[in-house]
T-cell receptor, first 108, second 115 residues
Framework: EDQVTQSPEALRLQEGESSSLNCSYT??????LFWYRQDPGKGPEFLFT???AGEEKEKERLKATLTKKESFLHITAPKPEDSATYLC?????????FGTGTRLKVLA | EAEVAQSPRYKITEKSQAVAFWCDPI?????LYWYRQILGQGPELLVQ????????DSQLPKDRFSAERLKGVDSTLKIQPAELGDSAMYLC?????????????FGEGSRLTVL
């Protein structure tokens, strides 16, 4: 059965304290892995797409990596404005399967 | 920057009433999705359109939910009658991709509260 699991469920960091979020998946015929940021009460905002193992993408303090079984979202020297829920999704043929997200809180 | 438009942003209704949500996808995006997101969970697909045709509505509770995209552009999701368990965020998304590619772009969502 296709499944996406994100960990941890919640993470509290001090400003400047780097860390990583994990997205593990089991899906046949992966067509892409996507990371989104979601602020409270708003729709998810697209961050990255990864298509093949070994691929990496960067945007400001965020870096996403992909292996055959999982993806990591590395946050380097986070700031309070990075506080949000980060969602991972995988695409199988036409269907997207979302994880439940990691709620990140960065303290000043 | 092109955006997915949704309305209303917030809707409070009593159970057994009818509710409707509207979505206008990014211009040129042929694929449109309606998702439901319960607090603390990831979005779950309700219905997917390719142009005006339904691709997947297997998770749509068809006894009370209906969705249409008559001209292959904007879309309406309706709930009749609303139940307490329908309280959630209803998200519309669009994609220009094919089955092999493409990220989703989401609107701001419509928050439904059923009393």
């Amino acid at each position: 059965e296709d499944q996406v699991t994100q960990s941890p469920e919640a993470l509290r960091l001090q400003e400047g304290e780097s860390s990583s979020l994990n997205c593990s998946y089991t899906v046949s015929g992966l067509r892409g892995l996507f990371w989104y940021r979601q602020d409270p009460g708003k729709g998810p905002e697209f961050l990255f797409t990864l298509y093949s193992a070994g691929e990496e993408k960067e945007k400001e303090r965020l870096k996403a990596t992909l292996t055959k079984k999982e993806s990591f979202l590395h946050i380097t020297a986070p700031k309070p404005e990075d506080s949000a829920t980060y969602l991972c999704a995988v695409k199988r043929t036409y269907k997207y399967i979302f994880g439940t997200g990691t709620r990140l809180k960065v303290l000043a | 920057e092109a955006e997915v438009a949704q309305s209303p942003r917030y809707k409070i209704t009593e159970k057994s009433q009818a509710v409707a949500f509207w979505c206008d996808p990014i211009s040129g995006h042929a694929t449109l999705y309606w998702y439901r997101q319960i607090l603390g969970q990831g979005p779950e697909l309700l219905v997917q359109f390719q142009d005006e045709s339904v691709v997947d509505d297997s998770q749509l509770p068809k006894d009370r939910f209906s969705a249409e995209r008559l001209k292959g552009v904007d879309s309406t999701l309706k709930i009749q009658p609303a139940e307490l368990g329908d309280s959630a965020m209803y998200l519309c998304a669009s994609s220009s991709g094919t089955a092999n590619t493409g990220e989703l772009f989401f609107g701001e969502g419509s928050r439904l509260t059923v009393l």
